[in-house]
């Protein structure tokens, strides 16, 4: 059920983040989250703009502040950090900023990791809620400490990822969401294990092959390669009974993951949520991972997790215990749109009750 705050429209302003479209095939989880998002506040009866790159999703109510997303100008690996992408990310986010002071706007929901927004809304007294998708870095660290009044608010997709951020009391947990009649499970599976994601040396592509091949069980890769090189190192691994399946999206990749045994989740890093752990376990897959980050919260008891590589063959073989019904109803209960726009609709109220007096509609006065 929606939370009733949920069910009051508002006029809401979602900003994206810009290195790739908010289109299908989603590059990552951070563009799925951000379509889902705006899906779901339309569905719940929101009035909701999208400030994302112009080359998103035709049918997402769109404002477009570049016509193409950065990446495929100006490459991250490439211009991290450099003059002339801060200078595309700075004159991006402006011409965002601009309309949605002049846009007369309830709330904005920002998802971009541009750490100038913050200041724009303190001292503009917009109200905001900021997801916050990774763990700190420098810029937006130091926004989020120097930016605290009433009317910012904040969510982090995990438990997890508190202590990071220090003691801030405008942060609250948000678990992302899942569109739940997009993941259903199959009626029956193909006795194969996946992984599904971004090949990157940081998802851990390489370590799920090995622990596949150590555990005896055939594995398919399907994801888009970030990392060529790395792909590269995955080539003597890549032979029968393992396969590689491309870059696959929608239904296609649906019907794969529902098909699957178990499914693959080996982070490197401490991810703050790990949507594909929520998508397998929405398809009634159970999960096998390395205890890495969210893994532990978002996989509960539907799976099993291992301390390192060597200890995930025997994890997949203990996750292969979990009954299919059993994970579904995990997902129903804990990640579903509904769920994730209700906890949004609480940071919303919060936000909006402290609204300043040189706030959005003083602001858009002085602009008239």
């Not at 080359?55 to 404002?63: H, K, N």
């Not at 709330?107 to 503009?124: E, G, K, M, Q």
């Not at 940081?202 to 055939?218: M, V, Y």
């Amino acid at each position: 059920m929606i939370h009733e705050a949920a069910s009051r429209p508002r006029r809401i302003a979602v900003v994206a983040h810009l290195r790739h479209p908010i289109a299908p095939p989603f590059m990552g989880g951070m563009e799925a989250h951000c379509d889902l998002l705006v899906r779901s506040l339309q569905d719940a009866g929101h009035q909701v703009t999208l400030f994302a790159s112009g080359d998103s999703a035709p049918d997402l109510p769109v404002v477009s502040v570049a016509p193409l997303a950065y990446e495929g100008e100006l490459p991250w690996a490439l211009w991290r950090g450099t003059d002339r992408l801060n200078a595309w990310l700075a004159d991006a986010y402006a011409r965002c900023w601009s309309a949605i002071l002049s846009g007369g706007f309830d709330i904005v929901h920002n998802n971009s990791l541009f750490a100038p927004i913050h200041d724009w809304a303190l001292r503009d007294g917009v109200p905001m809620v900021t997801s916050l998708h990774v763990p700190p870095f420098g810029p937006l660290r130091d926004a989020v400490a120097r930016n605290r009044a009433p009317w910012l608010k904040l969510t982090v997709p995990s438990a997890s990822q508190l202590p990071l951020w220090g003691k801030n009391d405008a942060i609250r947990v948000a678990h992302n969401g899942i569109d739940l009649s997009r993941w259903r499970p199959a009626d029956r599976g193909n006795g194969r294990a996946l992984w599904f994601g971004r090949i990157t040396p940081n998802k851990g592509t390489l370590t799920a092959l090995r622990a596949a091949d150590a555990a005896g069980i055939a594995l398919d890769l399907i994801g888009p390669v970030e990392c060529s090189d790395y792909f590269a190192e995955l080539a003597p691994y890549l032979r029968a009974p393992h396969t590689y399946l491309g870059h696959l999206s929608g239904s296609a990749l649906a019907h794969r993951v529902a098909a699957a045994l178990v499914v693959l989740s080996t982070p490197m890093w401490d991810e703050p949520f790990g949507l594909v752990a929520a998508e397998a376990l929405a398809s009634g897959v159970p999960v096998a991972a390395l205890d890495r980050g969210a893994m532990a919260e978002v996989i509960g008891d539907c799976g099993a997790l291992a301390a390192d590589e060597a200890a995930l063959p025997a994890a997949i073989h203990r996750a292969l215990s979990v009954s299919r019904a059993q994970c579904r109803r995990r997902a129903e209960q804990c990640f579903s749109a509904d769920a994730m726009i209700a906890r949004y609709a609480a940071a919303y109220d919060d936000a909006s009750a402290t609204r300043p007096a040189s706030s959005i509609s003083s602001t858009r006065a002085l602009l008239a």
